[in-house]
């Protein structure tokens, strides 16, 4: 870190691990807990095939519009996980591209090939963006609070 300034720059690939593993294992936490109650209201067995098959997404019965909202709902609580863990707002859009880009390799996966339906890309594409530019807006919020200067802030700890 060089002095002056505000924060360390150095590449710590332990931390940067930690936040992945971190933001993967909440978002999907909540995903499934939303996709559990959209499973609850549809009156439809809750099974993993919700999460990760990209069939599963479609408008034309009411719990593939459950799980839709239930994805969309989850990208605006992934955007407060990526205000309470990483906390830097220029690193938002990496962090939900990491998230999506692993989601893909595990749909992939899961599914045997390679994912084909619009409507999942389509879902895909408004979850990212709603994450990244909600996380954005919650870190840039922090990142300008205004830091008490003066004689009365001498005497008290700034929370920077």
Known sequence: MKAGTFRNTQWDPILIISQIVSVQFCV?????????TASLLSGDTYRLDNVFEYHEIHISDLKGR????AFVTNSFLASLFLWC??????LCLDFSCTFH??????????????????????????TITIMCIGGEFLCLKSELKEIP?????LNQKSDV
């Open 28 to 36: 999907y936490f909540t995903l499934g807990l939303l996709i559990l």
């Open 66 to 69: 459950l799980i839709i909202c």
């Open 85 to 90: 863990i990483i906390r830097r707002a220029k």
């Open 101 to 126: 880009f692993f989601h893909l390799l595990i749909c992939w996966y899961y599914n045997s090939s390679f994912p084909s339906n619009i409507s999942w890309w389509l879902v895909n594409a408004i």
């Open 149 to 153: 200067v003066g004689y009365s802030a």
